[in-house]
């Protein structure tokens, strides 16, 4: 069977979780089907196709559009398109009317559920909420990362048939991701080893929720220290409320730390490892590979309730998860800060919790087995050859 795997993110070009879950699944596809990976900008050492916007479009979702384009023709030949995003979806899509083959999508997020991408996007939310919404209901299956993010498609797309709703969720490689007892990276940027420090890994975007963690961060234990590799602003003025909140929580107490760039992935997994606790306030989130990576590190981490973490987090065993109700955010920033400092108060419990996490991130998450499901759901669209 020859796939053509389509995608925006690949590397060295990966900044957020879809991107993660494709450079991990192609590796593992690759000894189970004739794979050809088609991604954004300049082709990869790995033999990744890469496409460009060939007209330099002014507004980013007609580029979207035109790289589709070159995706789909590229696509020739082959058995199946898989796509990810709405950035590769239309690929897929046009791979499908134009060459006859299946279209499989695997779901990350949803369009209609990440309002605020309109600040982002402008007028291209609406093109990109058109580009997801024909994708899912001509796509022949689905693949959703969890099991809240199926019932999200089927509420969203209503015209999609269920039985073309797959779950098979997310994974983490945890050869990669394993505990890294050196410190040195700690001491490059200026964190206390000798305190404890909460930490958070992401992009900032409303959909990640990290100004609802600063607001908590008034409320943590003097003793604990806030570490933000946070970049990546989705809006000028998100980055501009982000800079004011973390410029006044600073002002107020100690151990705040922000690290703007994107830190290479042997550096997060020392964060992650000697972190008290690994924290993700996302107001939405289909599964959330960051926090497979911070079990994988034997951290345990604090949580949301949204989407599908809880499926990932177990609460009082790996974790701790925190209600997250849009109209009391105050609630939820205070339960983040409650999360936190119960888990300082308790060394012992936050190192069981962070243990039983690596446990569960071994035994339930592994690639391999991801990937052959992902094949049977290729097989289930009958283009076995």
């Given at each position: ?5 389509l995608?925006r993110e ?8 879809a991107?993660?879950?494709v ?8 000894s ?11 082709d ?9 916007d060939a007209?330099?479009?002014a ?8 790289i ?27 791979a ?18 990440r ?10 939310y ?10 899912y ?7 959703a990362v969890?099991?809240?993010m ?10 999609v048939?269920p039985?073309r709703?797959?779950?098979v969720?997310?994974?983490?490689d945890?050869e990669?991701y394993q505990p890294?007892p050196?410190?040195d990276?700690?001491?490059k ?6 305190r ?29 220290q ?21 410029a006044d ?11 703007p760039?994107m830190?290479?992935r042997?550096?997060v ?11 993700c306030p996302?107001?939405y989130?289909?599964?959330?590979i960051?926090n497979?990576?911070a ?8 949580a ?12 009082g065993?790996?974790?701790v998860?925190?209600h ?5 955010p105050?609630?939820?920033e205070?339960?983040?800060a409650?999360g936190i ?6 060394r ?5 919790l ?10 339930e ?6 990937a ?7 097989e289930?669209?009958?283009r076995v050859?």
């Amino acid at each position: 069977m020859k796939v053509g795997l389509l995608t925006r993110e690949y590397p060295p070009d990966v900044y957020g979780g879809a991107g993660v879950h494709v450079e991990f699944l192609a590796r593992e596809l690759r000894s189970l089907v004739d794979l050809d990976v088609h991604c954004w900008g300049s082709d990869r050492p790995d033999g990744a196709h890469g496409h460009r916007d060939a007209h330099g479009y002014a507004q980013p979702a007609f580029a979207t559009m035109d790289i589709a384009v070159s995706m789909a023709d590229a696509l020739a030949g082959h058995d199946l398109a898989h796509s990810h995003t709405w950035y590769a979806n239309l690929g897929g899509h046009l791979a499908k009317l134009a060459h006859g083959i299946p279209h499989v999508i695997t779901a990350h997020s949803l369009e209609p559920l990440r309002p605020w991408k309109a600040e982002q996007l402008g007028g291209g939310y609406r093109v990109s909420s058109w580009i997801e919404r024909d994708a899912y209901e001509a796509a022949d299956a689905i693949i959703a990362v969890s099991s809240g993010m199926r019932r999200d498609v089927l509420a969203a797309y209503p015209n999609v048939d269920p039985a073309r709703v797959h779950v098979v969720r997310n994974g983490i490689d945890t050869e990669l991701y394993q505990p890294d007892p050196g410190t040195d990276v700690l001491e490059k940027h200026g964190i206390d080893p000798n305190r404890p420090y909460a930490l958070f890994v992401g992009r900032i975007t409303r959909q990640k929720g990290v100004p609802h963690l600063v607001r908590a961060g008034a409320a943590l234990d003097e003793d604990v220290q806030l570490i933000l590799c946070a970049g990546g602003a989705d809006t000028p003025e998100l980055d501009a409320e982000f800079r004011g909140l973390v410029a006044d929580l600073q002002e107020n107490r100690s151990g705040v730390h922000w690290i703007p760039e994107m830190l290479p992935r042997n550096e997060v997994v020392q964060l992650l490892t000697h972190a008290l606790v690994f924290v993700c306030p996302s107001v939405y989130e289909p599964l959330g590979i960051v926090n497979l990576e911070a079990m994988a590190c034997g951290t345990t981490v604090v949580a949301s309730d949204v989407g599908g973490i809880p499926e990932v987090v177990a609460d009082g065993e790996t974790g701790v998860l925190v209600h997250y109700d849009e109209s009391e955010p105050g609630a939820f920033e205070a339960g983040l800060a409650r999360g936190i400092n119960d888990l300082a108060a308790d060394r012992a419990r936050a190192t069981r919790l962070g243990l039983a996490g690596r446990d569960r991130a071994v035994g339930e998450f592994g690639w391999a087995a991801i990937a052959a499901a992902t094949v049977g759901v290729y097989e289930a669209c009958g283009r076995v050859s």
